[in-house]
């Protein structure tokens, strides 16, 4: 059965730290002060993925439409390759979308190929090398996508006058 999803609960926070840092390395994951911070912004948005009751994924974003910024993709290990980030990401980019945003921007260090394959897989384009990004030495990518139906488009339709 797939994982259900939902919106962050504040009771959520320590199961969200303690897969934050079983997701990414000391100095990437997040301290208890950064994630509360970005999960409590007015402008936050985090989806969690449930499966059983026990939460297996959840991902966070910040948004000034027309642009967005994705702070975080966290997916339990035994989870990855199931296609609960998939979830996780078209649930938010919905939401998002919902709200005015066209474009989403987020940051993937270069040696993570699994993550820079699932984000090119999802959409996203390489727009820039962030240099030493990550604990000063870890070179980063800015990733980007514009989000579908929201490109100007000209043109006339079939059947009107031009």
């Known amino acids: 059965m ?9 009771h959520d926070f320590a199961t969200l730290y303690k897969l934050d840092q079983a997701c990414f390395p000391p100095g990437i994951s997040y301290s208890k002060t950064t994630l509360r911070y970005f999960l409590t912004l007015a402008s936050a948005d985090c989806v969690v993925a449930e499966e ?16 967005a910024h994705i702070i975080s993709l966290d997916v339990d290990a035994k989870h990855r390759r199931l296609g609960v980030g ?12 919902a ?16 993550a820079v394959a699932f984000w090119k897989a999802h959409g996203y384009r390489i727009e ?9 030495r870890i070179d980063a990518y800015e990733m980007r996508k514009i989000l579908p139906g929201t490109a100007h488009k000209t043109g006339t339709r079939s059947g009107e006058a031009s």
Do not use: C, H, Q, W
Request: avoid cysteine; proline fraction near 8%; aromatic fraction near 6%.
């Open 99 to 114: 709200r005015g945003v066209r474009s989403i921007l987020l940051e993937t260090a270069i040696d993570n190929e699994a």
């Open 2 to 10: 797939p994982p259900t999803l939902r919106s962050y609960e504040p």
């Open 128 to 136: 820039a090398t962030l240099k030493r990004y990550y604990l000063g």
């Open 52 to 67: 059983a009751r026990r939460i297996v994924g959840f991902i966070v974003s910040e948004e000034n439409p027309p642009l």
């Open 86 to 97: 998939t979830m996780l990401l078209e649930k938010l980019e919905s939401n998002l979308a």
